[in-house]
């Protein structure tokens, strides 16, 4: 922005999140308004191409694509001449708003505009060029904190707004990189902590959580990165039946070789170690705890004298076919849950591997004790003359061929 500029002159635009101007302190049409309105999409493609302006056709095309209009040439004229009135209105300075040269519209120059994208774009230019590493990590800082949301995002399905927030996305992520490697570099780890919450929370599912597990880990609040690890885990499966991505399981085996603990006594250390309170239903914990487990059951099973089994419960649908999605799936998953959580015995592991599905290790038991909790499973899961039922799959830890079970109903409660 030229500091020569008196602020009270200049019309603060708004793209990130939703649109929005404000002039001499006062927010004019915007996020308040209709979206629908002919004037907002007017103004929001005319301000954020201010620069190189837009063809008379890509105004029509954004104006009017899905409207049955007669002449549309006569209907933009119409929209740019009650724009000129409403911006007059609004208090803006009597000028012509928007010049129109050789089928080409711009907005007038007479009024300088700051825009947030523009103004994201500049910073990351200036700490590219910039040599002190102290301003440059201000500079990146400030360019991500230009971005508070996706770019017109209450309008995503408009053509022209969708390539544009799809280009600001790719810029934001490319902007945190580049910001978390200069406070790398400065030990600047509180920042880095406040940086990866800023952008799980704009972009949810991008795996930015492992950005504030790093900054966690390196101030040595380790309870605070476990916690937040298993709260992701659980984000990731309720809302994407997703599994944590590799990196972040890798930062989670980096946490555990970063712990360091005061010196104590064998009796304390083991009483920290052990769990809390009395011991009921089954041990859930989070997928790299469990798979932590099974490898260790799995050396264990090499000396023999023990048979265990891996079972996998999948909520499925009348048809027995495997529920992937739907409303009632979170409510279902979590039933799933407490129904073998009160199922198993308190030496059996779970953990909840996607939307509607658990994984079981069922340890020093029989096949025919699989069925039996299977059996029990359904009791506390299956209510009234519910449609929906589980599926189970179960293996021998020790890999004999895989077994199938199918319940689906109340006449399986025998």
Known sequence: MDKNLNEQDILYVKMFGNFSMTWHGKALAGEAKSLESQFILLMEILLHNREKGVTRDQLERA???NRDIDDVHHALRTVIYNARKKLKKYGLPDVNYIVSEKGVYTWTKEIPVVEDATEMEKMMAQAEEETDPAKKKALYLDACHCY?????????????????????????????????????????????????????????????????????????????????????????????????????????????????????????IQGDLAEEGEPGGGYAVSYPVFQGIYRMIERLLERGGQSVFLMLCTVVDSKGNPMREGSALEELSQRLGEAIHNSVRHSDTMTRYGRGQYLVLLVNTTLEDCKIVQKRINLHFIKGRQRTGIKYHVNSVICEPDIIFHSKGPEDRE
């Open 63 to 65: 104006l009017f694509e």
């Open 148 to 268: 508070t949301g996706e770019f017109l995002s209450s309008q995503i399905g408009i053509v022209w707004i969708a390539r544009e927030a799809r280009k600001y996305r790719e810029l934001f992520f490319d902007c945190v990189n580049k910001t978390v490697e200069q406070l790398r570099v400065s030990h600047d780890y509180f920042q880095m902590e406040s940086l990866g919450y800023y952008a799980s929370k704009l972009h949810p599912l991008e795996n930015w959580e492992i950005v504030t597990m790093e900054a966690l880990t390196a101030m040595g609040r380790y309870d605070d990165a476990v916690k937040l690890y298993e709260d992701t885990v659980d984000l990731y499966f309720r809302e994407e039946g997703l599994k944590p991505s590799g990196r972040l399981m890798e930062m989670l085996d980096e946490l555990g070789s970063s712990m360091e603990h005061q010196h104590a006594v064998l009796d304390d």
